[in-house]
C-alpha cells in the first residue's frame, strides 16, 4: 500500500463524492477508483458503500480515515522536522567544556545560539581537558571548549583556535613583584608556586614547567590544587604565587596579575568530530566563529 493511495482514500472518504476528491487531487476519476479498490483488496475490508447518487464511510472505513488522519499529521512533522533537522535549526548540541578560560561568553553565546535555535536540544559537560578529549573521542560529545592535549590531536577531531592566554602571576597587593609590569620566569625561582593539578589539564601544568626550567629552574610547587578558585585562596592566604591564564581573571578579584615574560601562552579551542559535523553543530561553530571574529566572544 503507498502513501498516495491513502491520501486517494482520505479526499473521497472527506468529500464523500469520488468527482470532487478527484477534482481536490487533480487526478482522473478512474485512477481514484482504482486506488481505493486496491486498498480494500489489500484490507480484505470495504471501506466506502458507494451507488449512483451517494457515498458514505463503512464502520471500517471511519477506522482508516481517523487513523489516516494521525498518520499524516505525523508524516508532515516528520517532514518538517527533517528539513528543521537538515537546516541546524532542530537537533542535539551535546557540548563539553572547560570551567574558567569559558566564563566570559559561554552563557552568552548558548543564549544567543538558542535564541536563534529554540528547538536544538543542548546539553553541557564540564569536565578537564582530558576527559572532555576521550569524551568527543568515544562520541559522547558533539563539541568542546578546551585546552589542546597532544596526545589527542590525531584522534579524528578537528580544532578551531579560539583564543591564546597569556599566562602570569597572580599576587597580593602587598607582593614586591605585583607592583611591576611584567614579571620574568626567572623571578620566580626562590617562590613557592600555586598551579593547576596536572589532572586538570595536562597542556597548561607541563608548559608551567617547562617555561620554569627553560629561565633555570626546578619549580617549588607549593600546592596543586583541582580549582581556579583554591588557586586564588592561596594566593589570597600568602601561600605562593599563582600562576594562571588571563582569561580567569576578573574584575572582583583582589589579586593582581602580571603577565610573566618570555611570554608563554595557552590555546583555547573548540573541538568537534569531523565524522559526527551535524546542522546543529555546524551552526553553533558558525555562531562561535563568528563570535570569535568580531571580538564578542571576550567583550560582552
Not at 482520505?10 to 481536490?24: H, I, K, M
Not at 569536565?127 to 584522534?155: C, I, Q
Request: aromatic letters at 8%.
Amino acid at each position: 500500500m503507498e502513501l498516495r493511495h491513502l491520501r486517494y482514500f482520505q479526499a473521497v472518504a472527506e468529500e464523500l463524492s469520488y468527482s470532487r476528491a478527484a477534482e481536490r487531487l487533480r487526478i482522473a476519476q478512474p485512477a481514484l477508483s482504482r486506488a481505493v479498490q486496491e486498498i480494500e483488496a489489500e484490507l480484505g475490508a470495504n471501506l466506502l458503500d458507494r451507488n449512483r447518487r451517494s457515498v458514505s464511510l463503512t464502520p471500517a472505513g471511519r477506522v482508516l480515515l481517523r487513523e489516516t488522519a494521525i498518520l499524516f499529521d505525523r508524516w508532515d512533522e516528520a517532514m518538517r522536522r527533517v528539513k528543521r533537522t537538515a537546516a541546524g535549526e532542530e537537533g542535539e548540541l551535546r557540548l563539553g567544556y572547560i570551567g574558567p578560560p569559558t566564563q566570559p561568553f559561554l552563557g552568552r553565546l548558548l543564549a544567543e545560539y538558542r535564541r536563534r535555535f529554540p528547538l536544538v536540544s543542548i546539553h553541557l559537560e564540564e569536565r578537564t581537558p582530558e576527559r572532555v578529549w576521550e569524551m568527543l573521542a568515544k562520541g559522547r560529545l558533539s563539541a568542546a571548549f578546551t585546552r589542546p592535549v597532544s596526545t589527542r590531536e590525531a584522534s579524528g577531531l578537528r580544532t578551531l583556535v579560539l583564543r591564546k592566554e597569556r599566562l602570569g602571576a597572580v599576587l597580593p597587593a602587598a607582593h614586591p613583584l605585583a607592583k611591576l609590569k611584567t614579571i620574568s620566569w626567572r623571578q620566580l625561582a626562590r617562590e613557592p608556586l600555586v598551579v593547576l593539578a596536572r589532572r586538570e589539564g595536562v597542556g597548561s601544568h607541563d608548559g608551567i614547567l617547562a617555561a620554569c626550567r627553560q629561565a633555570g629552574f626546578a619549580p617549588r610547587l607549593a600546592y596543586t590544587p583541582s580549582l581556579i578558585g583554591t588557586v586564588f585562596s592561596y594566593v589570597e592566604a600568602g601561600a605562593g604565587v599563582g600562576i594562571v591564564p588571563d582569561s580567569v581573571m576578573t574584575p572582583e578579584t583582589r589579586l593582581r596579575f602580571v603577565p610573566l615574560r618570555p611570554v608563554v601562552a595557552i590555546p583555547l579551542v573548540l573541538v568537534w568530530p569531523e565524522d559526527e559535523d551535524t546542522p546543529a553543530v555546524q551552526r553553533f561553530r558558525e555562531l562561535t566563529g563568528a563570535w570569535q571574529k568580531s571580538g564578542k566572544l571576550w567583550k560582552a
